[in-house]
């Protein structure tokens, strides 16, 4: 499957960006699992180090499958 978002004149491409008014806790916040629920939280958005990249979603959901896989509790999460 492949997205058309580029030709999409609602969308043309789109990526992460914060705003002026945007604090690095409202990245954490949008990366942060549901542990009760098992919602675990990928996409280039909740990186810290790659955000806006295609890397960045690659890695984010390599570290979602990992958590997942090993069980990782919420006190033992770290965002990354």
């Not at 280039?44 to 069980?71: C, F």
């Amino acid at each position: 499957y492949r997205t058309t978002w580029r030709g999409n004149k609602s969308f043309e491409g789109t990526y992460a960006y914060g705003s002026i008014n945007t604090l690095p806790e409202h990245w954490k916040n949008m990366a942060t699992p549901i542990f009760d629920s098992n919602w675990y939280f990928c996409g280039e958005h909740t990186t810290s180090k790659y955000r806006g990249s295609v890397h960045g979603a690659y890695l984010s959901g390599i570290k979602a499958a990992k958590s997942i896989i090993q069980g990782v509790s919420q006190e033992d999460w770290e965002y990354s």
